[in-house]
């Protein structure tokens, strides 16, 4: 029998097991479920090369000491002691020989001499079948200026006209929209940018005015013009040339016109004209002679008609003209002798600037350019299809190259290259001849479009001299790309041009 004491004590023992095995189960604890993952990397597959040298001879042993030992062969020897003058006279002579010295290597692809870059067009000139007069470069280089009008419309024109202007640096160039086109009311006959304000452009109309238009004000480009007064042109302009004044950076304008009168004007601004400054005509009885020229003036005209100028960059004072009836004339700038024509109503007196002739063409001259490179020679060519090389101390040229079957428009030489240049053919091509060549061939053609489609102006560019753009009569302006060949001047070049200049004509 168990007393109550007995019985508490055991109840008592038996709460405290259950309490204890109950903390014991609420310290118990489980881990977060455990993830797991397979990857797999794998190597590039690795490459063993190896290199074997020749095999190398002891330096000691047997072999060694055979080959050593055993005299050479006769042949090789004695061939190098019985060449040896020989070779030694021959490279002395390859020494002093001037075979080489033009040869330059040049490691760049010529497989094309030019290629086009951009055909600029005016659709509203092309929509009138108006044709490229002329084209000249900024002075940046950057901006081609072209001229609308006529070639083929001798008699008088009051056609509207434009003048276009491109900027080949401008982001998003559109060949079919010209950045600025100036409104003309007539045919617009020649065009010279300025040589130092890349802005300013002047022109010579068929009416016989000369204007400057400032590119700068799109809204109103008009700067300058001459207007229709008793000193203006009553012909047309057939050329127009920014000309240095005596005050250090201002310009004149020099138009020519075939009125037979050669016309130097300063510009005004605060006027909005140009005033003349000097005045220049060409009378048939005051051109001067000599054994190799003859000419006779046609029908009553009492000046002879100007077709072409050219300014010569070593002399200030001499300017060259080219005529309707074939002659080239020297000029100077400083000639005192009054014109044999009246000044009646002019505000400066007429003089007579012709001081040398030299042999007349077979007809008109279209176009003349001074060299560049060369203080007394000029290029010239026009109707009769030749390009004639002169000298200014010479009356009959020292080169006549034939460049095409019918009209050569225009002339110029290479800004880069004293013995090449570059003529406009009224068959459409532009030829680039290179003097230092032994055939008188073109270095290289142009050829863009159908033979009836004349190529009437071309102009190098001065500071992008890669560059050549060309004037057609299908109202298109191409710029062409010039290569290395065309552009880069070579050994010995200028030499070859005076050696050219020195010559004596036949």
């Not at 053609?445 to 001065?462: K, R, S, V, W």
Request: net charge negative; proline share 5%.
């Amino acid at each position: 029998m168990f007393t109550d004491e007995a019985v508490d004590s055991v109840s008592i023992q038996s709460l405290w097991r259950i309490s204890q095995q109950s903390a014991q189960e609420s310290r118990g604890c489980q881990t977060r479920v455990v993830h797991s993952a397979e990857a797999e990397v794998q190597t590039v597959l690795a490459t063993i090369s190896c290199t074997q040298t020749e095999p190398q001879y002891q330096a000691k042993g047997p072999l060694f000491q055979q080959n050593h030992d055993k005299p050479e062969p006769p042949g090789l020897k004695d061939f190098i002691q019985r060449s040896e003058d020989t070779v030694i006279r021959e490279l002395i002579r390859n020494a002093r020989s001037h075979a080489f010295d033009e040869f330059q290597v040049n490691w760049e692809d010529h497989s094309q001499l030019v290629s086009c870059l951009h055909c600029l067009q005016h659709p509203g000139a092309q929509e009138r079948d108006l044709h490229v007069t002329s084209v000249s470069w900024s002075c940046t280089g950057s901006v081609i200026a072209c001229a609308y009008g006529r070639i083929d419309d001798g008699d008088w024109s009051t056609e509207r006209s434009c003048v276009c202007t491109w900027n080949l640096d401008r982001r998003g160039l559109n060949p079919k929209q010209a950045d600025l086109v100036i409104d003309v009311p007539t045919a617009v006959t020649a065009l010279c940018c300025h040589p130092n304000q890349p802005a300013l452009i002047a022109g010579g109309l068929y009416s016989g005015e000369v204007v400057v238009w400032d590119t700068s004000q799109t809204q109103d480009p008009l700067l300058v013009q001459t207007g229709m007064s008793a000193d203006s042109h009553k012909e047309p302009v057939y050329q127009v040339a920014w000309v240095p004044l005596q005050k250090k950076g201002e310009f004149g304008v020099l138009s020519a016109s075939s009125g037979g009168r050669v016309l130097l004007w300063m510009v005004d601004s605060d006027k909005g004209r140009l005033v003349l400054n000097a005045a220049y005509a060409l009378v048939p009885q005051q051109v001067p002679h000599n054994s190799s020229t003859s000419f006779k003036a046609r029908g009553s005209s009492s000046t002879v008609g100007i077709t072409s100028l050219a300014l010569s960059p070593w002399d200030s004072d001499t300017f060259l003209v080219g005529s309707e009836g074939g002659l080239l004339l020297r000029c100077s700038f400083n000639s005192q002798t009054m014109a044999a024509v009246s000044s009646e109503g002019q505000s400066v007196t007429l003089k007579a600037p012709a001081v040398f002739p030299f042999r007349p063409c077979s007809g008109p001259v279209h176009s003349i350019h001074c060299s560049p490179f060369h203080r007394n020679l000029f290029v010239s060519a026009g109707t009769d299809g030749l390009a004639h090389l002169h000298s200014l101390l010479q009356a009959n040229p020292l080169l006549s190259l034939r460049v095409s079957d019918g009209y050569v428009f225009q002339v110029q030489w290479s800004p880069t290259r004293p013995l090449v240049f570059a003529a406009a053919t009224g068959q459409g091509d532009v030829q680039i001849f290179d003097l230092g060549h032994r055939s008188l061939r073109p270095a290289a053609t142009i050829e863009q479009g159908g033979a009836d489609q004349a190529a009437t102006c071309l102009a190098f560019n001065c500071q992008n001299t890669h560059l050549l753009a060309v004037g057609k009569t299908d109202g298109t302006v191409s710029v062409w790309q010039l290569s290395h060949d065309l552009t880069e001047q070579r050994h010995r070049e200028s030499s070859q041009l005076e050696q050219i200049a020195n010559q004596v004509a036949e």
